[in-house]
Antibody, heavy 124, light 107 residues
Framework: ELQLVESGGGLVQPGGSLRLSCAAS????????MTWVRQAPGKGLEWVAN????????YYVDSVKGRFTISRDNAKNSLYLQMNSLRAEDTAVYYC?????????????????WGKGTTVTVSS | DIQMTQSPSSLSASVGDRVTITCRAS??????INWFQQKPGKGPKLLIY???SLQSGVPSRFSGSGSGTDFTLTISSLQPEDFATYYC?????????FGQGTKVEIK
């Protein structure tokens, strides 16, 4: 069964740090790009960061650049999100997702497997 | 960044209705658009990728169309399990932005 399980969320003070993990199973983790998406309470979805299969290329939304770092350990089938200098506006449910792909003129990427999410609350 | 604008933000419909949700991109994105369904307290579920390709296991009453800047998600005959929030997302460029969502409610 394809599965992604996030962990590591919790309550943290503004300016603090947190490391999220995502454990993958049921597929060949090392052959897929992976993505973090977040959802603030009562709000829509926001794409946060993406990492290529071998970890060589990483991409971020502007609001987290310089504060968040995405990484992966293919030997452990795990994805991570290191979050530093946290702000109240980072409060959200954080989902990890697998990037499926199909070739067109460019590659069509689509998030086809999602975890249930882990909740991060930034508050004093 | 590419902005994705969905309309309407919410709608009320009855079981059996045909429902159409639109998404407009702020620049041309060819067919690099995906559609997701999200139910309360759950993670999103992929419905359509590359504008019109139905994800495996998704009922055929869901369909997608469009190219360039204007796209639609259609539910041909709304079922009770389809009441949820729907999001479009562009995969043309980083950051891969989402629309603000369309909540489909029971009339």
């Amino acid at each position: 069964e394809l599965q992604l399980v996030e962990s590591g969320g919790g309550l943290v003070q503004p300016g603090g740090s947190l490391r999220l993990s995502c454990a993958a199973s049921g597929f060949s983790f090392s052959t897929y790009c992976m993505t973090w998406v977040r959802q603030a309470p009562g709000k829509g979805l926001e794409w946060v960061a993406n990492i290529q299969q071998d970890g060589s290329d990483k991409y971020y939304v502007d609001s987290v650049k310089g504060r968040f770092t995405i990484s992966r350990d293919n030997a452990k089938n795990s994805l991570y999100l290191q979050m530093n200098s946290l702000r109240a506006e980072d409060t959200a449910v954080y989902y990890c997702a697998r990037d499926g792909a199909v070739r067109g003129v460019m590659i069509h990427y689509y998030m086809d497997v999602w975890g249930k999410g882990t909740t991060v609350t930034v508050s004093s | 960044d590419i902005q994705m604008t969905q309309s309407p933000s919410s709608l009320s419909a009855s079981v059996g209705d045909r429902v159409t949700i639109t998404c407009r991109a702020s620049q041309r994105i060819s067919t690099y658009i995906n559609w997701f369904q999200q139910k309360p307290g759950k993670g999103p579920k992929l419905l359509i990728y590359a504008a019109s390709s139905l994800q495996s296991g998704v009922p055929s009453r869901f369909s997608g169309s469009g190219s360039g800047t204007d796209f639609t998600l259609t539910i041909s005959s709304l079922q009770p399990e389809d009441f949820a929030t729907y999001y479009c997302q562009q995969s043309y460029s980083i950051p891969r932005t989402f629309g603000q969502g369309t909540k489909v409610e029971i009339k």
